[in-house]
């Protein structure tokens, strides 16, 4: 079956540009993350929805960033007047359901993520 | 100080190799930890997965976890070429949000 998509795959922009990532999670997860991979950095948490609702934002790091989720589906990641610090990959990832149980452990499952590089 | 460090490496090892791969961290709240493999130009995908403290083997690939200790380990035996990757280690105190290390580059030589 699909996995995770995101586009685009690379997006090069002039600093102050506002720009759109978009994911496609795997159909029928429920949960969905946004990371951003900085070179050195590992991946940082920026924000997770659980269908629409995004109840941990806690990583957003500016109000430059939103994001927002739709038909408990696809969601938009938007940087509005973009900073070269904001260069890194972004990468989407989906799991099944969000909420921890015991044990149990629902994967999360990446996307190839959006290389973002601000001029 | 970070939540989770890893050695960035490159961490450099034969065909056959048995490798080691380590992370330390600070929050005593983390109970879930994961490896995940990341090859360039790719997502991340989960290797191994490990609840609480304790060992898990799953073929050439061993995690280990030690609560007491802050410490978590991979180890890979009889690497191959084909292993060599970008290695994460990730934790979590209840799963939404996972806190990785900043991954460890291993290249293994034929």
């Known amino acids: ?5 995101q586009s685009p795959s690379n997006k090069v922009t002039e600093k102050g540009k ?19 991979q900085s070179l050195g950095q590992g991946l940082e948490f920026l924000i997770y929805f659980q269908g629409n609702s995004a109840p941990d934002k806690s990583g957003l790091p500016s109000d430059r960033f939103s994001a927002e989720r739709t038909g408990g589906s696809v969601s938009t990641l ?3 007047r973009t900073q070269q610090e904001d260069s890194a990959v972004y ?11 015991g044990s149990s452990y629902n994967e999360q499952f990446f ?4 290389r973002l590089t601000v001029l | 100080q970070k939540e989770v460090e890893q050695d960035p490496g490159p961490l450099s090892v034969p065909e056959g190799a048995i490798v080691s791969l380590n992370c330390t961290y600070s929050n005593s709240a983390f109970q879930y930890f994961m490896w995940y493999r990341q090859y360039s130009r790719k997502g991340p995908e989960l290797l191994m997965y490990t609840y609480s403290s ?3 083997e799953d073929g050439r690939f061993t995690a280990q976890v030690d609560k007491s200790s802050k410490y978590i380990s991979l180890f890979i035996r009889d690497s ?8 994460l280690c990730a934790m979590s105190a209840r799963f939404q949000k996972l806190v990785f290390g900043t991954g460890t580059r291993l290249l293994v030589s034929p």
Do not use: F, M
Request: glycine content about 16%; proline content about 6%; some cysteine.
């Open chain 1, 18 to 36: 506002d720009v759109e990532l978009r994911c496609d999670p795997i159909s029928g997860h429920t949960a969905l993350y946004w990371y951003r």
């Open chain 1, 91 to 101: 990468l989407c990832a989906s799991s099944l359901v969000g909420l921890a149980g």
């Open chain 2, 54 to 56: 304790g060992n898990k």
């Open chain 2, 80 to 87: 191959q070429p084909s292993d060599s990757a970008t290695y």
């Open chain 1, 78 to 80: 938007t940087i509005q």
């Open chain 1, 1 to 5: 079956g699909a996995g995770v998509s």
């Open chain 1, 111 to 114: 996307g190839p993520g959006t």
